[in-house]
């Protein structure tokens, strides 16, 4: 059984970096999945921030893809989230997932989500 | 991006009663590669369904999913109490992938 489990700091000033780290157990980040961050603003739906494979290829939703980076660290079965020049509209909960199986692929493992305010 | 409507925004419904909630997508999903996740107040997401109308590991045969193309369904043949929830449709078959902006299942 996949777990994923989101870390980092959960209040961060506006225009600052946001980092998390997603620590995977119960598997190895394989280079058949994706590793994904998904977000939800409070009160309202999902928001698909983008993804990486273990190879390294990245796919940044366009929306967000001048201040995302996504990297992994095969060694340490985690990968992880910068999202840069944050402001309020960035405040939500953060969550890690997988897609395993392809390109064309649900996300099937979810992370429980961090909480993550921009606020001054 | 492919845009996807959900509908209603909210239903308020008895156990035992049924639901059907719909997705509409703004262009044709490829192959059919849509999902439907359950998602509990303070909680992550978790599949339902997968490519339109697989159920994932464990889900009850009371959830079935169904559609094609454009419209897509969630059905729920008899409400248990766990079931009220929000409910997110989501299509993987074109970057960026996009998810509804959910259905309430309401008492």
């Known amino acids: 059984q996949v777990q994923l489990q989101e870390s980092g700091p959960g209040l961060l000033k506006p225009s600052g970096t946001l980092s998390l780290t997603c620590a995977v157990s119960g598997g190895s980040i394989s280079n058949t999945n994706w590793w994904t961050w998904v977000r939800q603003p409070p009160g309202t739906g999902l928001e698909w921030i983008g993804e990486?494979?273990?190879?390294?290829?990245?796919n940044y939703n366009p929306s967000l893809k001048s201040r995302v980076t996504i990297s992994v660290d095969k060694s340490k079965n985690e990968f992880s989230l910068k999202l840069s020049s944050v402001t309020a509209a960035d405040t939500a909960v953060y969550f890690c997932a997988r897609r395993a199986g392809g390109a064309y692929s649900f996300f099937d493992y979810w992370g429980q989500g961090t909480l993550v305010t921009v606020s001054s | 991006e492919i845009v996807l409507t959900q509908s209603p925004g909210a239903l308020s419904l008895s156990p035992g009663e049924g639901a059907t909630l719909s997705c509409r997508a703004s262009?044709?999903?490829?192959?059919?590669?849509l999902a439907w996740y359950q998602q509990q107040p303070g909680q992550a997401p978790s599949l339902l369904i997968y490519?339109?109308?697989s159920r994932a590991t464990g889900i009850p045969d009371r959830f079935s999913g169904s559609g094609s193309g454009t419209d897509f369904s969630l059905r729920i043949s008899r409400l248990e109490p766990e079931d009220f929830a929000v409910y997110y449709c989501q299509q993987y078959g074109s970057s960026p992938w996009t998810f509804g902006q959910g259905t309430k299942v309401e008492i």
């Open positions: 490519d339109a109308s």
């Open positions: 262009q044709s999903v490829r192959s059919n590669y």
């Open positions: 990486i494979q273990l190879s390294g290829s990245t």
